[in-house]
């Protein structure tokens, strides 16, 4: 494990030398000073005014999370399938934002825009850990169902109920990310709560968005109180209801977009030079297209998204293995550990977009606020996950006093397996990322594709998009293979 | 030539079974007929499981089978445990219903069963909050309310109180016309069952009526290694 560990350093520290980190803006200090201020004199009452934005948020991420999980429970149904994990593995390859991008055209910038872009890549997460929960939950209560019951029969009464929990844990967690995907929806135009952060960041108007940004957290911290299982039906019709209340959907639109609009230009270039608007098939010329946005975009975007997620992974796993301790019950006081808890849920709660926005204005372009967004993000969560698992930890008593024996002799040694198996399970999400926030103006895969949306050249974003999925689909194999390989799991095993 | 009515309910003619290396069943021929009560006796590991395991693969459809670790859901009430014993005997659409309301009829039949095994008042409480024994009546509950002709039963009174374990043997003997149970207490076995088969390492040391099992046989049968 340490070789490994070793080994991604090393190719992380060549990733930073390779990397654009500087700092652009003249004043950062000055911004950031009135960021601050900002953020403490939050002007509350702002947010009745965009009450609606906060609503579809709500909305999107209802609609989003149930059509993904029905279509993830069909999908898990036949996930021994190896087309139907390919086809998982694709959808959920592509981030929400690009999804988002592919609707934009064809139904236009509205609802079912958001529901879609949430729900498709959803669906093959739901499938992938729908599929494990059962795959790993006992399997006794079913030797109790006689045989010839029907296999629905036989789910509801064998496999549903032993599943529940489980299934209902994930999907609640799920639905916390499904507002964060919802809000950053907004950055692109979709009528949620990004929509006017990105103005209040924009014009510098802080004290609003630092409401915003606190309903948001507000909205989160809550769903404990008003997410009750009994009351889901009743917000998922509702949700609906208001959906369909402004669904306009051109079908023509949309057999144009997938019949004509996605293929290669130069499969159409004939049929608009002679006003027919024709297809035809020419192979040279399709694959010179394609070899030039390789040679031109494709390939400098993966090259930055890589050396970006790399330097991300590595930050990641710093970060957490020197944030846990002060969470942890182990290495400081009640007080510390509480604040450092709520600390961590706060930064793991903002979406890495909008981290990434406030370093943007910040720092200026370049790779370092990238950076600083995946890393926090994540590392937040991975040492939220660390403390919690160190804290399990039992220790005897006479372990040592001195608190870095204690870390490296006591405490590390029993978490750090899970620890990295959870921060290669991580890796794909830090590389959808790290593609992602190309939209922002660092030369990562994201960027080429909003501009190739821009410039309305759908065929080139598709294909720059599915660079990007596969892409992922590949990290998320090696990934595995380093798991296997290393024997660790993110199950948690304290002995 | 035998008629059809008096065919054997089972024949196993010389059957080996072996899981890996070990050989769980060695050169097993045996004949049950239609009303027997027959007891399984011997050792743990002599291969009982292994033995019923195998009678209920040949006669699924027309069988109950008292699961040894129960096989319960324990999600689900002790009510939807025991109607799972007729899944296949109702349509989908009614056992989904049956798992939201159950109707008053379906109650009316697992109700009595759970209160003559004295367990009624647990009959809504979820699986995973009844104690050992509860549990177990669950499992023998549900074999009863299959209805079906052959009953197996493998250990179905390990964790029920000694002073409730004869009633409960005393059921499975009423509802079922043959019987088949593996049982650990040789008394059980001996007052219920009127044919006792002796198990050793996989094979059959003896096979008699109950009158003629003697008590030396038996602590041959458990003493030997």
Redesign the interface.
């Given at each position: 494990m340490l070789k490994t560990s070793l080994v991604f350093v090393g190719i992380a520290l060549i990733a930073i030398l390779l990397a654009d980190l500087e700092v652009s803006t003249q004043y950062p200090w000055l911004e950031m000073s009135r960021m601050v201020s900002g953020a403490f004199t939050p002007d509350l009452p702002v947010v009745w005014e965009f009450k609606s934005s906060l609503f579809n948020t709500v909305v999107f991420a209802l609609c989003g999370t149930f059509l993904g999980g029905i279509l993830g429970i069909g999908l898990a149904a036949f996930f021994q399938y190896m087309p139907v994990r390919l086809f998982c593995a694709f959808v959920r390859a592509i981030h929400e934002i690009f999804w988002a991008f592919i609707f934009l055209p064809v139904v236009g910038l509205n609802s079912i825009c958001g529901v879609l872009a949430i729900a498709i890549p959803y669906a093959g997460i739901f499938a992938k850990v729908y599929a494990e929960i059962i795959q790993e939950s006992d399997q006794e209560p079913l030797e109790g169902i006689p045989s010839k019951a029907h296999r629905l029969s036989r789910f509801f009464y064998g496999v549903l109920p032993v599943i529940y929990a489980d299934t209902k844990h994930y999907t609640a967690y799920r639905f916390e990310c499904a507002l964060r995907s919802s809000a950053i929806l907004g950055f692109i135009g979709l009528p949620t709560l990004g929509y006017h952060l990105e103005t209040f960041f924009k014009e510098g108007m802080y004290s609003e968005a630092a409401a915003l940004l606190i309903t948001f957290y507000l909205l989160i911290a809550s769903l404990k109180y008003w997410l009750k299982p009994r009351l889901v039906p009743v917000y998922i019709v509702l949700a609906f209801v208001l959906l369909s209340r402004e669904i306009s959907l051109s079908w023509e639109n949309v057999t144009r977009f997938f019949t004509y609009e996605i293929l290669p230009w130069p499969m159409r270039r004939q049929g608009i030079r002679d006003g027919t608007y024709t297809v035809s098939f020419v192979v040279t010329p399709i694959w010179e297209w394609a070899k030039e946005i390789w040679l031109e975009e494709a390939w400098e975007g993966i090259w930055k998204t890589v050396v970006l997620t790399q330097i991300v992974l590595v930050g990641t796993g710093l970060f957490s293995l020197f944030g846990f301790p002060l969470a942890c019950r182990h290495f400081t006081g009640k007080v510390t550990n509480r604040i450092w808890h709520y600390l961590l849920i706060v930064v793991r709660t903002t979406p890495e977009y909008i981290l990434a926005y406030i370093f943007l204005t910040l720092w200026g372009p370049s790779m370092l606020p990238a950076v600083w967004a995946i890393l926090l993000h994540n590392g937040a969560i991975l040492a939220f996950l660390s403390s919690n698992n160190a804290d399990l930890v039992q220790l005897r008593m006479d372990a040592p006093l001195k608190r870095i024996n204690r870390y490296f002799y006591e405490i590390l040694p029993r978490i750090y397996g899970q620890f990295l198996a959870f921060l290669f399970y991580r890796w794909e999400v830090m590389m959808r990322e790290s593609a992602i926030l190309g939209v922002l103006g660092i030369y990562t895969l994201g960027f080429y594709i909003h501009s190739a949306i821009s410039d309305d050249q759908i065929d080139k974003a598709i294909l720059l998009i599915l660079f990007t999925a596969i892409l992922n689909m590949g990290i998320d194999f090696v990934s595995q293979m380093v798991r296997r390989r290393l024997k660790i799991s993110t199950k948690l095993s304290i002995s | 030539m035998k008629s059809d009515t008096n065919s054997p309910l089972f024949y196993l003619n010389q059957e080996n079974v072996s899981y890996k290396d070990t050989v769980v069943l060695k050169n097993v021929t045996l004949e049950i007929n239609q009303g027997e009560r027959v007891g399984l006796i011997g050792p743990s590991g002599a291969g009982k499981t292994t033995l019923l395991r195998m009678l209920y693969q040949k006669v699924?459809?027309q069988s109950a089978f008292v699961?040894q670790?129960?096989?319960?859901?324990?999600?689900?009430s002790a009510f939807?445990?025991v109607?799972?014993?007729?899944?296949?005997r109702n349509s989908?659409l009614q056992?989904?219903i049956n798992?939201v309301y159950p109707r008053e009829k379906v109650r009316q039949e697992i109700i009595p069963i759970l209160d003559s095994l004295g367990i009624e008042e647990k009959s809504f409480v979820r699986v995973s909050a009844l104690s050992g024994g509860e549990k177990q009546r669950v499992?023998v509950a549900?074999a009863i309310y299959?209805q079906k002709s052959i009953l197996l039963a493998d250990e179905p009174v390990s964790s029920v109180d000694p002073h409730q374990a004869g009633a409960v043997l005393e059921l499975i003997n009423q509802v079922a016309e043959t019987v088949v149970m593996s049982l650990h207490a040789v008394e059980l076995a001996l007052k219920y069952a009127e044919r006792i088969i002796g198990l050793h390492n996989g094979e059959i040391q003896f096979d008699l009526s109950a009158e003629e099992v003697t008590p030396i046989m038996l602590k041959e049968l458990y003493q030997k290694s």
């Open positions: - | 699924s459809d699961h670790h129960y096989a319960l859901v324990p999600q689900l939807h445990n109607y799972i014993g007729r899944l296949d989908t056992n989904l798992l499992a549900r299959r």
